[in-house]
């Protein structure tokens, strides 16, 4: 006979102590059960619900307490009037020589949550620009940073948009008509006025796709361009980096001559760690720019720390206060 559990009783695995399920009756009519680690027992243990309700509670304090004991230590250090003192000190452990630059990206970083500036950062290749950022924007929340390469604005777009109609109303591609199967009718009128049916959804369903668009929020976003943007990037979000509205649209034409359009809501903290030549000009007056260091001090401390960082990797993940 199968087991079934009552309220007050959970059956569960002799071997790993999950919970059970009926998997199969033998050839005497013995019931096997089957946990989800894939063990079978005829004899599962039988434990009472309120054992179970007891660990839960003892296992929501102790997350309750290590929350406080966090905020014991993040309360004080976010009043610490040297809290930035301390954080550039966290990153110098792993870039070297470049406090200037580090700063700089910390600050610009910030500034996406309040008034969002732009940074450039020039110099030669090697010289730790990229490396310095994403080192220096790992304090920051991973879905506030995007990292961009070498993208396209449709790239972005598709990456970050969502598709709104009117009055930024979302649209979820899910909830397309569907045409009805003749096969599912027996009666060839109902079957025909289902199909009347969705031939109307359907106008109305691309006339709201036609008038769509991608919605890409901007607002405390730090965009990190790894590489020089291609032009077509770059033409896209310069009157977003010059503040020139809080919603820019922008249109462009797919391979299939197909009419796309992006809007762009929010101003965004950007960060170049590659600049070609042909946009200094049109950076000048959008960006501030910083150069990191290459003298010998700072290629022997970076070498250094490439070399502890191989030998010893645990010592710069439990210190750190990321």
Not at 121 to 142: D, N, P, R, V, W
Not at 155 to 167: Q, S, Y
């Amino acid at each position: 006979m199968t087991e079934t559990p009552n309220a007050t009783v959970s059956l569960t695995c002799d071997t790993c102590g999950k919970t059970v399920k009926p998997a199969y009756q033998d050839d005497a009519q013995t019931q096997w059960y089957k946990c989800e680690n894939g063990h079978t027992t005829a004899r599962p243990k039988r434990k009472q619900l309120d054992e179970i309700e007891a660990f839960q509670t003892k296992f929501c304090e102790a997350i309750f307490q290590a929350d406080q004991q966090r905020l014991q230590i993040l309360g004080p250090l976010s009043l610490d009037p040297r809290i930035e003192e301390r954080l550039i000190t966290d990153i110098d452990r792993t870039v070297k020589n470049d406090n200037h630059v580090t700063a700089a990206v910390f600050h610009i970083a910030l500034s996406a949550y309040l008034e969002p500036g732009n940074l450039a950062l020039k110099g030669a290749s090697g010289a730790g620009k990229s490396y310095g950022t994403t080192e220096t924007l790992s304090f920051f929340q991973k879905e506030d940073v995007w990292l961009i390469g070498s993208q396209s604005p449709k790239v972005i777009t598709h990456e970050h948009g969502e598709l709104m109609a009117g009055n930024d109303e979302p649209i979820n591609l899910d909830e397309a008509p569907v045409k009805p199967d003749k096969r599912d009718y027996d009666d060839p009128a109902d079957f025909s006025d289902a199909l009347e049916t969705y031939k109307a959804q359907r106008r109305a369903w691309d006339e709201k796709l036609k008038n769509s668009y991608h919605l890409i929020r901007l607002s405390g976003k730090i965009l990190v361009f790894l590489e020089p943007p291609s032009r077509e990037t770059f033409n896209m979000l310069k009157c977003t980096l010059s503040h020139d509205s809080e919603r820019i649209t922008h249109k462009f034409v797919d391979d299939k001559g197909r009419v796309h359009v992006a809007v762009l809501e929010g101003w965004p903290a950007a960060i170049f760690c590659s600049v070609d030549k042909e946009y200094m000009e049109e950076f000048a007056t959008r960006v501030f720019t910083v150069t990191p260091n290459t003298d010998r001090n700072k290629i022997i401390a970076a070498n250094e720390v490439s070399n502890l960082k191989k030998s010893y990797p645990w010592t710069y993940e439990k210190d750190t206060r990321r």
